[in-house]
């Protein structure tokens, strides 16, 4: 017992520390900044505010806005952006003279504050994942009012800076508004805070601006040929780009908590061994090694794997333990050990916008039919992974989704990562659906 109330006081330590940025932010900035739209000298200090955290955003991150595009575009519209960084959201908003009131997880508006925040800004709650008729209704009032509605149309935060597949009820929802879509593209944003990153670096953030359909567009155009069009307008890869511009992004302890996201040590093969300190990534079981500079690129501190495997940067490290993973799971036997498994792990349960409640401390395994949850008191939960919805990860480290009209979430061990569980579970998944489509990180 002594054991189970110090993992879950880490575990709260370790989400206040992964929260403490996105608190701030939201409450401190959201809060305050669209506040104002509902004084009566709403635009006044709307404008005033914009400018000082537009200011702020610059010095931080070493902002750069192209807008011209955008600049006498009057509202109602959508924009649409990339999604790469907790600061995303007021790097698109800020240089647009209009408030952005944005699609948002549900997630937020579990937690009082942010909920009061969140209202006050008139974000539209979304659970990921799953189809939602209140949304939309939402997002029709906006723009019934004269409103500009933002979506991140990835649906998540990617891992690699690598372009994530498009929801593609976006590209419904493109054709039920018949409003100007514009794209905010991200340059930058990625690599000054990575999604698995404990602090945020100074690089460059480049935000460019650009209207990629018109109402007279989309009436002509067919659900199939949006969706074309808004995926090719949100290609992008930050690695790509990286190369290009080599710009340096610098910080302190740039590769800690790179094994949120890398999982499996490219020398031993062997899952859930890496860790990370300062700017260095490890295995502890082989002790293949790693530093990670600030240009987001990886050099070979030990010894040549005799497998010769030396990823250039975390992109391709993550296509090759995809493609492993997916390997392990074609070869996996019936009815054998589990292929992954986290101890002491914390189930919580809930629905929609209410607060999560604590079930069980246990472990969790996932076999090639259902993940499998034991608490330490031996009540055992089984999931069928076939009635898995919304599988999504939150925090960065908690694994989450909807099982019978409820929400689970599983809430590991600090630094274990829970991007494993959703890539094991879609492969496994696949795999049962004859689906041998490439599967793209989370």
């Known amino acids: ?25 939201i409450i401190l900035i959201f809060g305050g900044l669209f506040m104002a ?29 192209d807008g011209k595009e955008v600049a006498a575009l009057k509202p109602p519209y959508l924009i649409l952006a990339n999604h790469t960084n907790f600061w995303d959201p007021f790097f698109v908003a800020c240089w647009l003279p209009e408030p952005v009131y944005f699609v948002t997880s549900d997630e937020y508006f ?44 990835e649906g998540k935060r990617n891992w690699d800076g690598g372009a994530e597949p498009i929801v593609y009820s976006t590209s419904k929802l493109i054709k039920t508004l018949k409003t100007p879509v514009v794209v905010a593209l991200l340059k930058g944003a990625h690599l000054s805070k990575p999604r698995w990153a404990r602090k945020s670096r100074r690089g460059q953030v480049l935000v460019s601006y650009q209207v990629i359909l018109t109402p007279e567009e989309i009436t002509q155009l067919t659900v199939d040929e949006i969706y074309t069009r808004v995926s090719a307008a949100l290609a992008y890869d930050e690695y790509k ?13 740039l590769a800690e908590n790179l094994e949120l996201f890398l999982f499996i040590c490219p020398q031993c093969q062997r899952i859930g061994t890496m860790e990370s300190k300062g700017d260095q990534f490890f295995c502890n079981y082989c002790g293949y090694r790693v530093a990670y500079d600030e240009y987001g690129y990886f050099h070979r501190l030990s010894p040549p794997a005799p497998q010769g495997l030396n990823f250039h940067q975390p992109q391709e490290w993550n296509r ?33 916008l209410k607060p999560l409640k604590k079930l069980h401390t246990g472990h969790l395994r996932l076999f090639p039919e259902a993940l499998v949850f034991v608490s330490l008191q031996g009540v055992e939960i089984r999931f069928d992974l076939a009635k898995i919805n919304g599988l999504n990860v939150q925090y960065n480290n908690k694994l989450e989704f909807y099982y019978e009209n409820s929400l689970y979430r599983f809430i590991f061990r600090p630094r274990v990562s829970a991007y494993k569980w959703t890539k094991g579970i879609e492969l496994v998944c696949a795999l049962k659906t004859n689906d041998k489509g490439d599967i793209v990180n989370e």
Not at 129 to 153: C, H, M, N, Q, Y
Request: hydrophobic content about 45%.
């Open 37 to 65: 739209i509902h004084t009566k000298t709403s635009k006044a200090i709307y404008n005033v505010l914009r400018f000082i955290i537009g200011r702020w955003l610059t010095k931080r991150f070493n902002l750069l806005v």
């Open 1 to 25: 017992m002594r054991f189970r109330s110090e993992h879950e006081n880490g575990i709260l330590k370790q989400d206040l520390e992964q929260a403490e940025e996105n608190l701030k932010g």
């Open 110 to 153: 579990r937690h009082p504050f942010l909920r009061m925040a969140l209202k006050l800004v008139r974000a539209i709650p979304k659970s990921k994942f799953i189809a939602d008729s209140e949304t939309v209704r939402a997002i029709l009032k906006v723009k019934k009012a004269g409103g500009v509605v933002g979506v991140f149309p």
């Open 320 to 352: 090759w333990q995809l493609a492993l993973l997916q390997a392990k799971i074609a070869a996996w036997p019936e009815n054998s050990q589990p292929l992954l498994e986290d101890k002491f792990t914390l189930l919580l349960r809930g629905l929609r």
């Open 241 to 253: 780009y990286q190369e290009q511009v080599k710009i340096p992004f610098k910080g302190g302890r």
